[in-house]
C-alpha cells in the first residue's frame, strides 16, 4: 500500500503543477474560455487602421550597394510611392519603404564576394 501512495502521488494532473514558462506571456495559461473576453487588436488591422482607405500597409525594401546620394534616394522613393500609389490604389502615407546600403564585402554574385574585384575570365 505505501508504493500505491507514493506512485499516486507522482501521478498528478499536469494542470496542477503547471507554471508560467519565463518567456511567455501572462496570458499563455489562460484557457479558451477566459481567453474570449481579452481585448484583441490585431497588427494588421492596427496597422490598416492608418490608411484612408483601411487597405493593409506596403512595406517596400530596396536592397542596393551603397554609394547612392541623398537626392538620388529622395527621387527613388518618390517615385516607388507614386508607382504604388497609382498602380494599387492606397494612399502615399500608407506606403512605407526601407533603403539598405549594402557595402561590396557584403554583396556576392556567383559565389563571389563583389569586394574581390571582377571574376577572371
Known amino acids: 500500500m505505501e508504493g500505491e501512495d507514493s506512485e499516486a502521488s507522482r501521478q498528478t494532473p499536469k ?12 496570458t499563455a495559461r489562460i484557457g479558451d474560455a ?6 484583441t487588436a490585431p497588427r494588421q488591422q492596427t496597422l490598416a487602421a492608418r490608411t484612408r482607405r ?3 500597409m506596403p512595406m517596400i525594401t530596396v536592397d542596393m550597394r551603397e554609394g547612392r ?7 527613388l522613393v518618390q ?4 508607382a504604388f500609389v497609382e498602380t494599387c490604389d492606397c494612399p502615399p502615407d500608407g506606403v512605407w519603404i526601407v533603403l ?5 564585402e557584403n554583396w556576392a554574385i556567383g559565389g563571389r564576394l563583389q569586394s574581390d574585384g571582377p ?3
Open 15 to 26: 494542470d496542477t503543477h503547471r507554471t508560467a514558462h519565463p518567456r511567455r506571456s501572462p
Open 54 to 56: 483601411n487597405a493593409p
Open 69 to 75: 546620394t541623398a537626392e538620388q534616394k529622395r527621387v
Open 79 to 82: 517615385r516607388l510611392t507614386d
Open 100 to 104: 539598405r546600403d549594402v557595402s561590396t
Open 119 to 121: 571574376a577572371d575570365a
Open 34 to 39: 477566459q481567453r474570449q473576453h481579452l481585448p
